[in-house]
Nanobody, 125 residues
């Protein structure tokens, strides 16, 4: 069982930056693929970025590629999402998710077994 707690969200102007963190409980964090998803009001939850257990592979949604960077620190049981050049369309509730298989990256909500409660990111124009 893994518990995930996101932090770092907030209100920022367009063009600004935020860094989200996701702290995980449990000794198996280092073996999991970790991902960030987001959900805007009235829209479906969508994939943002993911990273394999050893940081050997990362993948990004086309809408954030080049602006967002996912990373992890297994010693701290934490995964990060550095978000730069933020746009109003990045406004959403951002969720951290964990996939126990660890070696591959999947982009579907149902591939992830564990979820945090989300942190709100609001980008003003």
């Amino acid at each position: 069982q893994v518990q995930l707690v996101e932090s770092g969200g907030g209100l920022v102007q367009a063009g600004g930056s935020l860094r989200l963190s996701c702290a995980a409980s449990g000794r198996t964090f280092s073996t999991y693929t970790m991902a960030w998803f987001r959900q805007a009001p009235g829209k479906e939850r969508e994939f943002v970025a993911a990273i394999t257990w050893n940081s050997g592979d990362t993948h990004y949604a086309s809408s954030v590629k080049g602006r967002f960077t996912i990373s992890r620190d297994n010693a701290k049981n934490t995964v990060y999402l550095q978000m730069n050049s933020l746009k109003p369309e990045d406004t959403a509730l951002y969720y951290c998710a964990a996939d126990p298989q660890g070696s591959y990256i999947y982009m579907r909500v149902y591939d992830y077994d564990y979820w945090g409660q989300g942190t709100q990111v609001t980008v003003s124009s």
